[in-house]
């Protein structure tokens, strides 16, 4: 489970897999211009889209989190930001474009009485 503070970006843009932490950062840069040092994750998926990258940095260096499929391709999500929940139904292999999310309850605490 990731925090939901955390952000996930999608390049939407083919990347090839031999990349590693300078090129894929350099990634975040240029396509995405988003900072690949503010804790976010950083999602790329090669032209078959069988294979993906996780591109993090944790405060004391970087990560990478790769997976490689054997069998079909990953469903790349519309937006170029979603979810940790959509990043997870992505990578167990679920369309986002046919699936629909339901209305839940979200409990917003009442901060204008704390004194």
Same mark, same amino acid.
């Given at each position: 489970?990731?925090?939901?503070?955390?952000?996930?970006?999608?390049?939407?843009?083919?990347?090839?897999?031999?990349?590693?932490?300078?090129?894929?950062?350099?990634?975040?840069?240029?396509?995405?211009?988003?900072?690949?040092?503010?804790?976010?994750?950083?999602?790329?998926?090669?032209?078959?889209?069988?294979?993906?990258? =996780? /591109?993090?940095?944790?405060?004391?260096?970087? %990560?990478?989190?790769? *997976? #490689?499929?054997?069998?079909?391709?990953?469903?790349?999500?519309?937006?170029?930001?979603?979810?940790?929940?959509?990043?997870?139904? =992505? /990578?167990?292999?679920?369309?986002?474009?046919? %699936?629909?999310?339901? *209305? #839940?309850?979200?409990?917003?605490?009442?901060?204008?009485?704390?004194?």
């Amino acid at each position: 489970m990731l925090p939901s503070l955390m952000r996930v970006f999608i390049c939407r843009e083919p990347t090839d897999m031999r990349k590693s932490f300078d090129g894929l950062s350099s990634q975040c840069r240029n396509v995405l211009g988003q900072d690949p040092a503010s804790g976010h994750l950083f999602v790329f998926f090669n032209r078959s889209r069988n294979q993906v990258r =996780i /591109l993090v940095w944790d405060r004391t260096g970087w %990560a990478i989190w790769a *997976k #490689r499929l054997e069998q079909g391709r990953f469903q790349i999500a519309q937006n170029a930001e979603i979810g940790a929940s959509d990043l997870s139904l =992505i /990578l167990e292999g679920i369309d986002l474009t046919k %699936a629909r999310r339901r *209305k #839940r309850f979200v409990h917003l605490p009442d901060l204008s009485n704390a004194a």
